[in-house]
């Protein structure tokens, strides 16, 4: 029998939030067997389960949030949709390609790398000075941080035979693959939103998915615009934070499912039955 939005209920905040630590318990539960999994040492393996934990911790967030919090709830959403988009554009290059997306993987960790060690150059003089982090310096091994991220030089970064455009993206941009990427085009956020909307489509029945209206749309609540103010009586901002965390549990729910296609499994019972409790319309 086909489901109809407009006869759906709508759950009560407690319930959403009864879903979402029911939902988290599944989070660990994969995290580990992802970690456990004989292939738990690909890339790829690590960044599908840093992309479920990273959706998880941000729509629990959002639980937390109140109805008076709009904005901060749809900044929020805009970096949850974000690493949905660039998980699904990853997986789905890596189920044409398996060595291109592990690669693109890799380059993800090692931009991580890149980035700490640019940033970490003052750590030591901030450490001593900070009142804050002279608590935890203790603690806290920033130097052998360094070194850590100094080995992580996996692949090269750049291809020395490419134009110097995009050996520049490619120095820039961790999305920039080598043999993949060819312009700066590829990367726009529409065009990898399109690729993800056809894959969506395949690996969950999830139609005409609107991640690049929805982000648009998400943009002007991010930024400091006129989007931005807003005077509506509670009732109303009650049923759109019921909405927010719903779609935001729904987000989870997608990225859960890459992990149970990656792993060659079904969605357990317990998720099958927890998805008949919000509005979640991908299956």
């Known amino acids: ?3 109809h939005k407009s006869t759906i209920h ?19 539960s994969i995290r580990i067997t992802l ?17 479920i934990i990273r959706i998880s911790d941000i729509t629990s967030a959002i639980s937390s949030l109140g109805i008076y919090d709009i904005d901060s709830i749809l900044i929020l959403m805009r970096s949850s949709l974000e690493v949905n988009v660039d998980l699904l554009w990853v997986y789905s290059i890596y189920k044409g390609d398996l060595e291109q ?77 080598p043999g993949l990427i060819k312009n700066r085009e590829q990367l726009f956020f529409s065009n990898r939103c399109n690729i993800t909307v056809e894959f969506a489509e395949k690996l969950f029945n999830l139609k005409y998915a609107p991640y690049y209206k929805n ?17 509506i009586e509670d009732a109303l901002l009650t049923t759109f934070y019921l909405r927010n965390l719903n ?26 039955m927890l998805r008949q409790e919000f509005v979640y319309l991908s299956t």
């Open 101 to 177: 997306g592990e690669n693109l993987a890799k380059r993800f960790y090692q931009f991580g790398a890149k980035n700490f060690l640019e940033i970490s150059t003052s750590y030591p003089n901030v450490f001593k000075e900070d009142p804050f982090l002279k608590i935890v310096s203790e603690k806290l091994d920033p130097v052998n941080d360094r070194i850590k991220a100094e080995n992580t030089s996996i692949i090269d970064i750049v291809d020395k035979n490419s134009n110097r455009k995009l050996r520049e993206l490619q120095k820039q941009n961790w999305r920039a693959l």
């Open 215 to 231: 982000w648009q749309i998400l943009n002007s609540f991010t930024h400091w615009s006129p989007a931005s103010m807003k005077y």
């Open 35 to 51: 970690e456990n999994k004989k292939i738990h040492k690909s890339f790829i393996s690590s960044f599908i389960k840093d992309c």
């Open 10 to 28: 709508i759950p009560s905040k407690g319930k959403l939030i009864s879903i979402l630590n029911q939902t988290r318990e599944e989070v660990s």
């Open 1 to 3: 029998m086909k489901i």
């Open 247 to 272: 779609s935001s549990l729904g987000f989870l729910h997608d990225v859960l499912n890459v992990s149970y296609d990656f792993l060659e499994i079904v969605p357990p019972e317990k998720i099958r």
